[in-house]
């Protein structure tokens, strides 16, 4: 009896010493003198781990940064943790970086339900969550205080791929496979409200499970239907099964696609060349461009992680932090969360390698802006139209 | 486009029959519902991509390789982590088989990563023909309808004259009178495992050739195929393959219908049945009589 007291006693000091330290350590600050300690989660394993790669893009401008001496003589020290994709193990990673380490801002991080699993944790602990990898409204309507999103919105670029499908592709008969969730429907809404400006109406919508492998009958229907163009809206292996049932049954329209589709050497190569010839939004220029600042990034990832592959996701993670990073340059020395949040909701046509990106205070959505490009013979990438913004774009009026 | 949407009902009905049968060879022996089996599908086919990708073999070796592969992993399997348990329950084994799907699919995440890969059969879906006209087959599907159709028959012909396919009917339906009669019924439910594994592996291939090959990949068709066990009934093998055909159609009406209902017709099938005609629409029902 006198044992199992002892051991209650004991258990019950080491909970309590857990819970006090975890308490002590809430709210410390994520700077100091010598450092900036940013973070991001993203799936670096699991089923969404390809898109692992966006946090691991991230590090290099930071790196960079730190090669050059630091930003007002603070290093920037980065965190990455790998979530799974699964919002539960967000908000315990996130909670251990902020408690534990203590962070300043978290960039990227991919997974709608991540982000909005610990978007209202961060915003309460005044940690700033800056371009989260998803478009989300959520994220921006109505604006939060500490969330700024650089990722254009699909509804966006739903409206710029069928502006563009029209007026220089000349299609009258647009079909649209979508995924039956927020991403899907987003897009959706963005290509029928381009549509209605023209006086015309999809001539099929169809939705999709993410899980489905036999699509045969849905592309029955949009060959019944005679669509010219099929937009789609759906993960990458709904679209190789959308490819390859067309290819059997016979259908051949233009495949357009969200730029979720747009890492061609990938499409390209799971579906055994099929994907050639669509056309994706993109967030990112592509990769093989000549532009100084991404050559000089590329040139940085080949020296730093010679066995990443530079590809379109690891861009984005580049992209993501390239906006942080100039609002920390511009605080100065005196740096504080306030600060940051200053420089950021003044921050104007900011240009690095994605579109230019502009917040306030009103309206921390930083861009509507994407690129129209194709895939190329060997999963080239051909650019069809330059930076893009949407002048339907209704959250610019809210 | 009546006559498109049948053949192409068809097919993919013909690859949940396959992998339905899978169900069906240890639900048959064992009565246990192995939920590890689209990942031990899966995993088989991993196992030919990473011959065929790494070791340039020709597809045909790949493949027989990969058929005793899948043999060895179901009866490995059954070996070391169904039999050892103690006293088991249904429940507990099929607790047991979840576990092992969820190894199966970590292992092959580790290995091979989460990314998508592409996978490639003889019987491609990009060579196609016009039987009649409007009317498109691909070798994929002819591959399907004839793989299916081959295996069938000889299934029919193991379970009814050979001496193993006979015990293993024997040990499912009395496992007591089966030891007593001199088989070994360990040795048939290895057996049944393996067999089961090597259904699942040839449905995986199609599965992957149709659409792409990664650690998730074989779960909603097993899925579907587990519908089609249920409605051909779980104890008939002719009745799954059956019930796999049917299910492939009434996918594709339904889905050309009414497109957003078509990821539940699997489910209502399998609730209708089992309200209807709880033994399938194609196997006997026994009323157990205390």
């Known amino acids: ?398 | 486009m009546i006559g498109q949407l049948i053949v192409e009902g068809l097919a993919i009905g013909a690859c949940y029959g396959l992998m339905a049968i899978g169900v069906v060879i240890i639900y048959k022996t064992s009565e246990v519902v192995n939920f590890a089996q689209g990942e031990m599908a899966m995993f088989s086919t991993f196992i030919a991509y990473h011959i065929l990708s790494y070791y340039h073999y020709p597809f045909w070796l790949a493949l027989i390789i990969t058929m005793v592969f899948a043999i060895l992993l179901g009866m490995f399997i059954e070996f070391a982590f169904l039999r050892p348990a103690k006293e088991p329950t249904a429940l507990g084994l099929i607790v047991i088989t979840l576990g092992a799907e969820m190894l199966l699919m970590g292992l092959a995440g580790w290995k091979w990563g989460a990314e998508q890969k592409y996978f490639e059969i003889p019987m491609s879906f990009n060579v196609t023909h016009e039987p009649i006209k409007g009317v498109i087959i691909s070798d994929w599907a002819i591959g399907v309808f004839v793989i299916a159709a081959i295996l069938m028959t000889l299934l029919y012909l193991f379970f009814k004259y050979t001496r193993v396919g006979v015990a293993m009917k024997a040990t499912q339906q009395n496992k007591n009178a089966a030891k007593i009669m001199g088989v070994r019924v360990e040795r048939m439910f290895s057996l049944a495992w393996g067999l089961s594994s090597l259904m699942g592996a040839i449905a995986a291939m199609f599965f992957a050739s149709r659409a792409t090959l990664d650690p998730n990949f074989m779960m909603e068709p097993f899925l579907r195929a587990f519908a089609a066990a249920v409605l051909g009934g779980l104890m008939s093998i002719p009745g799954v393959l059956i019930g796999g055909g049917l299910l492939g159609l009434i996918e594709n009406f339904f889905g050309y219908v009414w497109p957003e209902w078509k990821p539940i017709v699997a489910f209502l099938v399998i609730v209708l049945v089992l309200c209807v005609r709880p033994s399938g629409l194609f196997a006997k029902h026994y009323i157990k009589k205390v």
Request: aromatic share 10%; with cysteine; net charge positive.
């Open chain 1, 1 to 398: 009896m006198k044992i199992k007291r002892t051991l209650f006693a004991v258990a019950l000091a080491i909970v309590c010493i857990f819970v006090l330290a975890v308490d002590a350590s809430a709210g410390r600050p994520g700077f100091d003198k010598k450092e900036i300690r940013i973070a991001q989660w993203g799936p670096q394993t699991g089923p969404a781990a390809p898109w692992g790669s966006v946090a691991r893009g991230s590090a290099i401008p930071f790196n960079l940064v730190n090669e050059e001496g630091g930003i007002h003589g603070r290093k920037i020290k980065y965190f990455i943790r790998d979530d799974q994709y699964n919002p539960a193990q967000t908000k315990a990673v996130v909670k251990e970086l902020v408690e534990r380490k203590g962070i300043f801002a978290f960039v990227g991080g991919v997974g709608g339900a991540c982000g909005m699993a610990v978007k209202d944790y961060l915003a309460k602990n005044k940690v700033i969550l800056f371009s989260p990898s998803t478009a989300i409204t959520e994220y921006v309507v109505p604006t939060q205080k500490y969330l700024f999103a650089t990722y254009p919105l699909y509804q966006d670029e739903g409206s710029i791929i069928t502006k563009y499908l029209v007026e220089k592709m000349g299609f009258k008969k647009i079909g649209f496979f979508y995924q039956n969730d927020a991403y899907g429907k987003n897009g959706l809404e963005g290509c029928k409200q381009r549509l209605a400006t023209y006086g015309m109406k999809l001539v099929a919508e169809i939705p999709v499970e993410p899980g489905e492998k036999d699509l045969a009958s849905q592309m029955l229907k949009f060959k019944k239907s005679g669509a010219e163009a099929v937009i789609l809206w759906v993960n990458p292996t709904t679209a190789v099964i959308s490819l390859k049932t067309c290819a059997t049954i016979g259908y051949k329209p233009q495949w357009v696609s969200s730029n979720t589709l747009s890492d061609y050497p990938l499409m390209y190569k799971i579906s055994g060349g099929l994907f050639e010839g669509v056309i994706t939004g993109a967030f990112a220029p592509p990769p093989d461009s000549d532009d100084p600042l991404l050559t000089k990034y590329r040139e940085a990832a080949k020296r730093m992680v010679p066995e990443e592959r530079w590809g379109t996701f690891f861009m984005a993670g580049i992209l993501f932090a390239e906006p942080l990073v100039e609002a920390l340059k511009r605080v100065g020395p005196n740096l504080s969360t306030e600060a940051c949040l200053k420089e950021l909701n003044s921050l104007k046509d900011f240009k690095g390698i994605g579109p230019v990106v502009n917040f306030n205070e009103n309206c921390h959505q930083g861009t509507d802006s994407v690129q129209i490009q194709k895939c190329g013979p060997g999963a080239s990438y051909i650019l069809l139209q330059d930076w893009t913004p949407n002048d339907l774009a209704t959250w610019k009026k809210k």
